[in-house]
């Protein structure tokens, strides 16, 4: 879908809780009813494993799908409290704005090695040669994955993302995801049990001592697949953060003028591209129990859809919601949900994308971008591009 705003603009105009009879749920479009949905964690469950979903998982050959179902049936973001509470409280400290920071200096390393790297004044293949890599370095240093095994786990990740982000054009893209989430949890489960032997000074070691500490009662796939959700949560979605805000500076040059101007701004800018053209477009769940949203009435088991980037767009919740403006303020976007899903990664994701975008700002007076316009992914939950070669200026 290459114009997704306009898409679910006009359902929001049309019919703002809708049932569409093709994916057998509601789409809920508005800011007031998706930010309700997001709350109401007690009648809309995120449990892929149960209701609806569970009820078409149980069709499937199991065998086909051993570690895409180890890998989303054990990591929280698909569960319902207490578990998820459970799990996110184990992680939560690291993922702290305070703890973040610290990884800031590193962060800003990596954007400058990986930038310099591409040749300036020409078309460079900016997702695959830096928006690819950058959030898979970070994470992987911060969890302690050996650099070597970097590259595998990018390839690996971003195979089982296929499946997560429902990327709708590979018709192997099954197939791919289970391998692709095997690797990586007989990978991880190798780095977890190195770190359970001999600790070091990163996180897999710190998530460990934690789990010593805080509670003892998870088992050792629960621990592998939540580390897992950790490598491949951050991957498509920063990587589409940062290729989307390139695109969004190249259709409102003068905000480019206005960031090198006041670099101040960058913090807002990342908000503001996370508003207009955020990474997870929609968000799934199922009606545990029946509630009304935005007046219609949903029923035991339905499902229902959550689009954020519709939410992002209604005018009753932001001015001029089209315009791209780095300058907004009271910008309460949901690109990050909302309530107790949210996402526990925003200051990872929000710091590496500040420091992109204040490298690049910094060092190029323009960026043009060779696909015009560029072409979105065909995916349902997620929104980047398939490809995006762009042509840096120095200044
Ligand atoms: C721009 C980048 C990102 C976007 C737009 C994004 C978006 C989201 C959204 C919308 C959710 C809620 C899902 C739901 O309610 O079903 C979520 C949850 C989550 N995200 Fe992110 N994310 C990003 C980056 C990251 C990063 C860098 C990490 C970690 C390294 C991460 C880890 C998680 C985790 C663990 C959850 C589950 C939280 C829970 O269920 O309590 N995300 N993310």
């Known amino acids: 879908m290459n114009s ?5 603009g006009a359902l929001r105009e049309h019919s703002c809780v809708y ?13 007031d009813d998706v930010t309700a949905g997001f709350r109401a964690h007690e009648q809309l469950s995120s449990d892929r494993m149960a209701g609806p979903w569970g009820e078409d998982y149980a069709l499937q050959d199991p065998s086909l799908h051993e570690y895409i179902y180890k890998v989303l049936s054990q990591s929280f973001v698909w569960r319902d409290p207490p578990y998820q509470t459970r799990v996110r409280t184990l992680l939560n400290r690291a993922f702290i704005p305070r703890s973040v920071e610290l990884l800031r200096p590193r962060a800003r390393q990596l954007v400058a090695d990986l930038i310099e790297a591409l040749p300036a004044d020409e078309p460079v293949d900016f997702l695959g040669g830096f928006a690819f890599h950058l959030p898979v370095m970070v994470i992987c240093e911060y969890l302690g994955i050996p650099g070597e095994a970097r590259e595998s786990v990018k ?3 971003d195979q089982l993302s296929g499946v997560v982000f429902v990327h709708g054009h590979d018709p192997d893209r099954d197939r791919k995801a289970e391998e692709g989430a095997r690797s990586l949890f007989e990978y991880v489960r190798s780095v977890v049990d190195e770190r359970r032997r001999r600790p070091q000074d990163d996180l897999i070691s710190a998530i460990l001592a934690a789990q010593g500490d805080i509670d003892d009662s998870f088992t050792e796939d629960e621990i592998v697949a939540n580390i897992v959700l950790l490598v491949f949560a951050g991957h498509e979605t920063t990587m589409n953060l940062i290729s989307n805000g390139v695109a969004a500076f190249w259709r409102n040059p003068d905000q480019w003028r206005r960031l090198q101007d006041r670099p101040e701004l960058v913090r807002h800018a990342v908000e503001e591209i996370l508003r207009v053209d955020g ?15 935005g007046g219609t009435e949903i029923e035991l088991n339905d499902r229902v859809l959550l689009v954020n980037i519709a939410a992002n767009h209604d005018p009753a919740a932001f001015e001029n919601p089209e315009r791209f403006d780095i300058g907004r303020t009271g910008n309460r976007h949901v690109a990050f949900a909302a309530g107790i899903h949210t996402c526990l990664g925003a200051p990872l994701a929000r710091m590496e994308s500040q420091e992109a975008f204040s490298y690049l700002s910094e060092r190029f007076d323009v960026v043009e971008v060779v696909e015009d316009p560029p072409r979105y992914r ?3 939950a997620s929104g980047g591009f398939e490809a995006l070669h762009a042509i840096f200026r120095e200044r």
């Open 4 to 8: 997704p705003r306009e898409f679910y």
């Open 279 to 293: 990474p997870l477009r929609a968000t799934a769940r199922w009606a545990r129990q029946p509630l009304v949203l």
């Open 378 to 380: 065909p995916a349902i």
């Open 155 to 157: 390839q690996w990740s």
């Open 19 to 31: 049932f569409n009879p093709r994916w057998n749920g509601w789409i809920v479009t508005r800011y």
